[in-house]
């Protein structure tokens, strides 16, 4: 399985940036994929390269959403980490949607 993980741009340059993860690690991200970053922007990153900018928000929740697994697999509590999931019925995304005809 292939994860990305967030990551916030620290420095930026014009193919690359150091980001960080919020835990005290740090990378060169390639950044050919996404164009220009700036300061402060959240990266999807897989294998040392920006997939796609991220905002803030959806940052959060990938981030959440790892630690939550991470809790899960040592037995731990999770939940508070899905609280955009607890209590709410899932819909599935308009493409997969049945269409109809009116």
Do not use: Y
Not at 1 to 21: F, H, N, S
Not at 77 to 85: K, M, Q, V
């Amino acid at each position: 399985m292939c994860i990305g993980v967030p990551l916030q741009v620290r420095e930026a340059g014009p193919w690359a940036a150091r980001c960080e993860d919020g835990e005290g690690r740090s990378e060169v991200v390639d950044t050919a994929l996404v164009g220009a970053t700036n300061p402060g922007d959240w990266l999807l990153v897989h294998k040392g390269i920006a997939m796609r900018a991220l905002d803030p928000v959806e940052a959060g929740l990938i981030r959440d959403a790892l630690a939550g697994a991470a809790l899960a697999a040592a037995g731990g509590s999770f939940e508070h980490l899905f609280a955009d999931l607890i209590n709410r019925t899932p819909e599935l995304p308009a493409h997969l949607k049945p269409q109809t005809n009116h």
